[in-house]
């Protein structure tokens, strides 16, 4: 009889500690960052982190999510495609209600079936074309796609630039291949001659031998499109050569890491950046000022694609009412989040049924070790 | 014609850092039979005790600089040599010596990546950045500083181990270290100067190599397998030939991306390594070597 007393007691309370546990559990949402933390894009993820860290404090501040707090998990994919996938097929066995991450195109691009078959939304960082062309119903980008921001580099080239021959760098990887496949076309549609295409590999050091080249072909103006490193490894080496010529880029070429690591060598380097802490527009610049109080150096684009990517979850969630991963994603397709409804966003966005955003983006040149816009340019709808 | 000639002061400029690298292989083959398949470790690890010295320390560069050197003799020349070497030099074969310094190698990567950061640092120069024009070529001061300095490095230890008496022991040691103990030369002594000498080598390489490449834990991938294959291609027994293969892979390597692609700029020395292995094992400078069984 106290045996049998002892066992009812002690199941009640082992009941009673997983009803509660799970109780809690259920009171936290975790919510997988699948992301760059090492290898070549360690810059790229070490950004999304702390401005997401930022952003889920400030979300779990005012009660969470529907009432429920988030949890950040970051997962390192090691700039690797391979690592990146087996995260995420990981990730998906956990069922959350979404997946932040890869934000190297090469990552993306080797996960996104998988939560499409999940049916879980993915939120990304990577800027390559064919991401969204893919049919994919279930990823979002933070930032502009390459058949978006290209027209309007090309536009720049051609109005403001007026260069008559470009030489195009480009890296040899998904996200500098779909850049240079974008582009192009679009350069010689405007009449511009690409008189020299050059590709360089992903982690690569030693620019001189791509310098010489690019010097040699003696164009108007150089379009580098690398990742912050290597971008920052190539001003470095033009500067060191003499490179006179405009060097123009797409947001990677003038963000803030690429110009803390190169310093003066960035100065004169101009282009289209589809997100700046520098933007003229009092939100983006007090989170540009929030996020350099609290971790001592500027936010760059990624910092601001991991921070929105937080707020879109949430204002996708209250308009579907649940915490639900399907419903999220049909609640993202063809939304448009305003700061005024929802602050975090920054700027106000569309997403359109590929997942493709719409936003203003803008014309920046660095002056001085710092990135000066220029010119905003309205949303293309 | 220009073009050509700037890939070649280039080439020759990051050759001869390449040629520092290997130079350290070599002494470290020829007076210990030590491989040490850490040598690109070893030439990465250094900037970032220099980092270490300007963040955490507030050291100004120059000082930094020291710091970093200091650290390198200890780190990897004395802890290396009483920790990992001399246990393993006595063991059957240089196997277990050679794994071990495959291990050290993966501890000292991914320890910068833990302890400082996975992102690629920002490394101060000392060397100005103008661009001077001579005979047409746009040539930056930097690329000759570089040149420079290393070259003078080279001059001053090929001086040391010619032209003083220790040198000439180490030497000694290096040719027959039961010889050169009959004669009286501290055979242990001269081996440990050679792993601080090859420390300090991969220190100086460091310096002059970081602010090119940016600081990162990755770094001694690249450099440790083209310091192995310039090794091998001047000559894995000579000096002389290590100085010739880190400057003629440097060259090889900056025309072949230039004028091949960068895809395949690290294939041409691989090819290079590949025909010195069948044709000219010894390598281009170094010295035919036979043993008896």
Avoid at chain 2, 211 to 226: A, Q, R
């Amino acid at each position: 009889m106290k045996l049998k007393a002892w066992v009812g007691a002690g199941s009640a309370l082992a009941g009673a500690l997983l009803a509660s546990s799970y109780a809690v559990a259920q009171d936290v949402i975790k919510i997988p960052n699948i992301i760059e933390l090492s290898g070549g894009g360690a810059t790229v993820g070490a950004m999304w982190k702390n401005a997401s860290s930022m952003a889920v404090e400030e979300i779990n501040a005012k009660g969470g999510i529907l009432g429920k707090k988030i949890q950040l998990d970051y997962i390192d994919t090691g700039s690797d495609p391979g690592k990146a996938r087996a995260a995420i097929q990981r990730a998906l066995d956990d069922k959350p209600i979404a997946i932040f991450g890869p934000i190297y195109s090469g990552s993306v691009n080797a996960t996104l079936k998988l939560t499409a078959e999940a049916e879980t939304p993915q939120v990304i960082g990577g800027e390559a074309a064919n991401l969204t062309q893919q049919g994919s119903k279930y990823l979002f980008r933070t930032s502009f796609g390459q058949n978006v921001s290209m027209p309007k580099i090309a536009n720049y080239i051609r109005d403001d630039v007026k260069a008559k021959t470009i030489a195009v760098v480009y890296q040899n990887n998904d996200f500098g291949k779909g850049g240079r496949n974008a582009i192009v076309p679009e350069l010689e549609k405007r009449g511009i001659k690409v008189v020299a295409d050059m590709s360089t590999e992903p982690g690569q050091a030693d620019f001189a031998a791509d310098v010489v080249k690019v010097k040699g072909a003696n164009a108007d103006a150089i379009f580098v499109y690398l990742t912050e490193e290597e971008s920052a490894r190539f001003l470095i080496e033009a500067k060191k050569q003499g490179v006179d010529k405009p060097l123009l880029g797409e947001t990677t070429l003038l963000g803030q890491k690429v110009i803390d690591l190169a310093k003066d060598s960035a100065n004169g380097a101009r282009g289209h950046v589809g997100l700046s802490v520098d933007a003229p527009i009092a939100a983006v610049q007090d989170f540009g000022k929030r996020f350099e109080a609290r971790y001592k150096h500027k936010a760059d684009h990624n910092g601001i694609k991991g921070y929105i990517a937080l707020y879109m979850i949430k204002a996708a969630a209250e308009k579907a009412g649940k915490l639900e991963p399907k419903a999220i994603a049909d609640a993202l397709r063809g939304l448009t989040i305003t700061p005024a409804k929802e602050p975090g966003i920054l700027i106000e966005a569309s997403w359109d049924e590929t997942g493709e955003i719409d936003r203003v983006s803008f014309l920046a040149e660095v002056k001085d070790g710092k990135q000066v816009i220029t010119q905003t340019l309205p949303k293309l709808k | 014609m220009t073009d050509f000639v700037q890939l070649i002061i280039s080439g020759l400029a990051t050759g001869a850092i390449y040629a520092l690298a290997a130079i350290g292989f070599t002494l470290l083959w020829q007076t210990s039979q030590t491989i040490n398949f850490a040598q690109g470790e070893f030439v990465m690890l250094p900037a970032f005790f220099a980092l270490a010295g300007m963040t955490a320390l507030g050291l100004p560069f120059s000082l930094a600089a020291l710091f970093a050197v200091a650290c390198s003799l200890a780190v990897l020349g004395f802890a290396f040599k009483f920790l990992i070497v001399d246990p393993l030099i006595g063991q059957k074969g240089t196997l277990p010596l050679v794994i071990s310094t495959i291990a050290v190698a993966l501890l000292l990567k991914d320890g910068a990546k833990e302890f400082y950061s996975a992102e690629g640092q920002r490394f101060p120069t000392i060397l100005p950045n103008d661009v001077v024009a001579i005979f047409g070529l746009k040539i930056s001061l930097d690329q000759i500083g570089v040149l420079v300095i290393a070259v003078a490095t080279i001059a001053l230890l090929q001086w040391f181990l010619a032209g003083t008496r220790t040198g000439r022991q180490m030497q000694a040691t290096a040719q027959n270290p039961t010889v050169a103990r009959i004669l009286g030369v501290n055979v242990e002594r001269m081996i440990l100067l050679t792993f601080l000498i090859n420390a300090g080598l991969a220190a100086i390489a460091s310096l002059l190599i970081s602010p090119i490449y940016l600081v990162k834990f990755s770094n001694g991938e690249v450099l440790g397998l083209t310091a192995f294959v310039a090794a091998i291609v001047g000559g894995f027994n000579q000096v002389r030939g290590a100085i010739a293969g880190g400057l003629l892979v440097g060259v090889l390597d900056n025309l072949a991306a230039a004028y091949v692609s960068s895809r395949y700029r690290l294939a041409v020395p691989l090819l290079l390594l590949v025909v010195i292995i069948l044709f000219r094992p010894q390598g281009l400078l170094g010295r035919k070597e036979e043993r008896s069984v």
